[in-house]
């Protein structure tokens, strides 16, 4: 989902792109007919070593993770191999190939139930599930090769992901879908009856929970200046990727009602667990950093994702 988007946009900026994926969670329809294609699986490593051999490869951009909480709770032996050991197989062939820039998909989640909001990068790292002990394995691992191996990385700590291409080409499409923008839209759509508001007393202005919803556009953004940022000589880092502002779960649904001219139906369920109160990012460092501004708000988040969903390709 959101590497399709990536692509999409690094090619429109004249980047050479290669696809590298297995295609077991993602859709061949998102592949950008511009970027080349490798049927590649990161658990086996003599396809990534196929892979570097075959292109010319500057920066890897590494998207490629299981991302279900309530899945990596029920296995994790599923999130430790395919997260832990594919991206072992990737970081280090690309040591091995020599490939020096890395901009790794990392989550807020990582920070767990934060102490202090917006989160800057500074809070603890506490990740509360395997997802995101995964993904700090990974940002471990980077550290470690970096200092020794000479590799750049820039991990992008994203919040809440979401929205779709304003020409409706490429969206969000998982099965099952867990996340609420989607799941706000297919009832919209007349797909689910209704949608369970996870919670509804939490100690935040309405009772629910409130998130920092990013656009996937601004998110690709943040992936080209990141990449800028390694090549122009930046030292490795860690940057939160939201746009600092936060909207709850009801004024997500209330938006979409208004966006969609539809009814939404809600019923109120017990809390999901794991879910802290409220995330929302400090983006300062972004900023500062690499120059990023994210120019979406929760509205073009549900426009666009709007769009897709009336005419989802996939
Ligand atoms: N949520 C909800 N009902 C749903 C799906 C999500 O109330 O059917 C809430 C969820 O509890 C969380 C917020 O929406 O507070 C965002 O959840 P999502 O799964 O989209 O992203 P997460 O914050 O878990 O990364």
């Given at each position: 989902?959101?590497?399709?988007?990536?692509?999409?946009?690094?090619?429109?900026?004249?980047?050479?792109?290669?696809?590298?994926?297995?295609?077991?969670?993602?859709?061949?329809?998102?592949?950008?007919?511009?970027?080349?294609?490798?049927?590649?699986?990161?658990?086996?490593?003599?396809?990534?070593?196929?892979?570097f051999a075959e292109y010319e490869i500057d920066a890897v951009v590494h998207f490629a993770a299981f991302a279900y909480v309530g899945e990596?709770?029920?296995?994790?032996?599923l999130y430790y191999e395919n997260n832990v050991v594919g991206s072992f197989n990737l970081i280090d062939a690309a040591r091995r190939a020599?490939?020096?820039?890395?901009?790794?998909?990392?989550?807020?989640?990582?920070?767990?139930?934060?102490?202090?909001?917006?989160?800057?990068?500074?809070?603890?790292?506490?990740?509360?599930?395997?997802?995101?002990?995964?993904?700090?394995?990974?940002?471990?691992?980077?550290?470690?090769?970096?200092?020794?191996?000479?590799?750049?990385?820039?991990?992008?700590?994203?919040?809440?992901?979401?929205?779709?291409?304003?020409?409706?080409?490429?969206?969000?499409?998982?099965?099952?879908?867990?996340?609420?923008?989607?799941?706000?839209?297919?009832?919209?759509?007349?797909?689910?009856?209704?949608?369970?508001?996870?919670?509804?007393?939490?100690?935040?202005?309405?009772?629910?929970?409130?998130?920092?919803?990013?656009?996937?556009?601004?998110?690709?953004?943040?992936?080209?200046?990141?990449?800028?940022?390694?090549?122009?000589?930046?030292?490795?880092?860690?940057?939160?990727?939201?746009?600092?502002?936060?909207?709850?779960?009801?004024?997500?649904?209330?938006?979409?009602?208004?966006?969609?001219?539809?009814?939404?139906?809600?019923?109120?369920?017990?809390?999901?667990?794991?879910?802290?109160?409220?995330l929302v990012a400090d983006n300062a460092k972004a900023k500062k950093l690499l120059g990023w501004k994210p120019k979406h708000d929760a509205?073009?988040?549900?426009?666009?994702?709007?769009?897709?969903?009336?005419?989802?390709?996939?």
């Amino acid at each position: 989902y959101i590497g399709s988007n990536f692509a999409r946009r690094a090619l429109a900026e004249g980047v050479d792109v290669v696809v590298f994926d297995n295609l077991s969670r993602g859709h061949r329809e998102a592949i950008p007919e511009k970027a080349a294609f490798f049927e590649g699986d990161l658990l086996d490593k003599e396809s990534i070593g196929r892979c570097f051999a075959e292109y010319e490869i500057d920066a890897v951009v590494h998207f490629a993770a299981f991302a279900y909480v309530g899945e990596s709770v029920e296995n994790p032996a599923l999130y430790y191999e395919n997260n832990v050991v594919g991206s072992f197989n990737l970081i280090d062939a690309a040591r091995r190939a020599d490939i020096r820039r890395f901009v790794f998909s990392s989550t807020c989640s990582i920070y767990g139930n934060p102490e202090r909001v917006p989160i800057s990068e500074d809070e603890p790292d506490k990740p509360i599930n395997p997802y995101a002990q995964t993904k700090l394995a990974i940002e471990h691992m980077l550290r470690d090769y970096s200092a020794a191996y000479g590799m750049r990385y820039a991990a992008l700590r994203y919040f809440n992901a979401a929205g779709a291409a304003f020409d409706g080409e490429t969206g969000e499409s998982h099965d099952p879908e867990p996340h609420l923008v989607p799941i706000t839209l297919n009832t919209a759509m007349g797909k689910r009856d209704k949608i369970f508001i996870f919670g509804d007393d939490y100690p935040t202005p309405d009772g629910t929970c409130v998130r920092d919803f990013i656009h996937v556009d601004d998110l690709a953004d943040a992936h080209l200046l990141a990449l800028k940022y390694l090549e122009d000589g930046g030292e490795s880092t860690v940057i939160n990727l939201g746009t600092g502002d936060g909207n709850s779960v009801k004024e997500i649904i209330q938006r979409a009602e208004k966006i969609t001219g539809k009814k939404i139906p809600t019923e109120t369920a017990p809390r999901r667990e794991g879910d802290p109160a409220r995330l929302v990012a400090d983006n300062a460092k972004a900023k500062k950093l690499l120059g990023w501004k994210p120019k979406h708000d929760a509205d073009a988040v549900l426009e666009s994702a709007w769009r897709w969903h009336q005419n989802q390709r996939y």
